[in-house]
């Protein structure tokens, strides 16, 4: 069953306006979230993280929001450029115990110039 | 790029021969693990390695074995492969103290036949 979910399989948005991409969680021991972007025949790329005793974390043009409650993160790019189309990936893992790292199935972003 | 190395990068092969993948780090990282990616699944772990032969199940490890006889390498062997095995593997790794990410390498790309 899968724990982290991402909903929306793709977004397009213009340039220089916000993404946001969504993720939600099942499991509410997961106490560290992370995105990652991955070109086509590229590896995932680490983009930003998060622990759950923060509820934002920003890094440049990119702020990843927490909503513990809701068991929902989400990834906001601003401002939108065209070499952030790439797929992104939500992951979480239980920093403590075990050591895997769930992650959703990913969003297709475009940004249309 | 986070020293990690992935070989062969595409491979064909015919269902029922055995298949070893190979990662290789440079960054004398503890934690290894073998992911693969398929549409709509996202990434699923299938093996980890928490040090020099110690190594444990992810997801979907049927049909998969590891080894890890090195901190630097971690095999990962389909011994007797099937097209449900088809797929695109990323070996990633981790410092895995707390917040730390996951590194990824550049994937290999298996299709069985």
């Known amino acids: 069953d899968q724990q982290v979910k991402q909903n929306s399989p793709s977004l397009s948005v213009q340039e220089g306006r916000i993404s946001i991409l969504n993720c939600d969680y099942t499991n509410s021991m997961f106490d560290y979230f992370l995105w990652y972007k991955k070109y086509p025949a590229e590896g995932p790329t680490f983009l930003i993280s998060i622990s759950s005793i923060k509820d934002k974390n920003e890094d440049g043009r990119f702020t990843v929001f927490l909503n513990k409650s809701a068991k929902h993160l989400s990834l906001h790019i601003v401002p939108s450029q065209p070499g952030d189309s790439a797929v992104y990936f939500c992951?979480?893992?239980?920093?403590?115990?075990?050591?895997?790292?769930?992650f959703g199935t990913g969003t297709s972003l475009t940004v249309i110039p | 790029d986070a020293g990690i190395t992935q070989s062969p990068r595409h491979k064909v092969t015919e269902t029922g021969t055995p298949v070893t993948l190979r990662c290789h780090q440079t960054e004398n990282h503890r934690y290894m693990y073998w992911y693969r990616q398929d549409p709509g699944h996202g990434l699923r772990l299938i093996h980890y390695s928490y040090g020099v032969k110690d190594t444990d199940k992810g997801e979907v490890s049927d049909g998969y074995s590891v080894s890890r006889s090195k901190t630097e390498d971690f095999l990962l062997t389909l011994e007797s492969a099937t097209s449900s095995q088809t797929s695109v593997y990323f070996c990633a790794i981790s410092r895995r103290t707390d917040d730390s990410p996951l590194h990824f390498g550049n994937g290999t790309r298996l299709t069985v036949t």
């Open positions: 992951a979480a893992s239980i920093s403590n115990t075990g050591n895997q790292f769930y």
